[in-house]
């Protein structure tokens, strides 16, 4: 059955879907604008498996994409079989799509992980950088270091960004698991964990171990002496 509207009928309907659409457009644009690009220093973990079980001729492990990988200063990363890829400047799901797009193998899905590279000083285990996701919360990151040494102080955790503190008393957030992201962490940043006493654990071993060896020196250079 055909419905057969007045011209001033479709006239109104193509001018109210008109006005929807241009009402919609600033909102897609803006969440075009807020999807996160990559850039040099970060990282991105890339996850490539078979999307047709009946294809026997495609072995996504024989590739060798899956794993993570860091954005060169140039903002590229190096992959099997591609070489250097840009990365920098696009979303995750851009890359995705262009290796997607250049491997030209249809029975695969790839799919790639925005990562952030973050240096965890002080009061931890391991200290060292660190590759996680931005919605890792704050606890995840210093348990992937092995965890707070005995005298950290989580009162006092604070990040930093180019030699100052730009955020600051994190008990809360470490409490509560706030993730990276929601922290504004970024690629570069040092998150610290101070230490009750100013001193680490391992700090207090290795000074005693030193005086203990000083003192076993001078103790024999006396016993040389008489």
Known sequence: MQFNLPLRSRLIAGGLIAALV?????????????????RAGDGVR???WKEDISDNQVKPEELGLNGDYLLDEQGSILLPSLGEVKAAGQSPKGLADNIQQSLRIKAIRIVCLPLIRVTLLGAVQRPGSY????????????NKAGGPANDADFRKIKVMRSGSVVKSNLLEAFEKAHSLEGLAVESGDQIIVPGLSGFSFGDVIRYATFAMSVGVFYLQLSNDNR
Do not use: C
Request: proline fraction near 9%; hydrophobic fraction near 55%; charge should be neutral.
């Open 131 to 142: 590759l996680v996701q931005p919605k890792e919360s704050l606890w995840e990151l210093i």
């Open 46 to 48: 890339i996850l490539v």
């Open 22 to 38: 241009l009402n919609l457009l600033p909102a897609f644009a803006q969440a075009q604008n807020q999807t996160p690009k990559l």
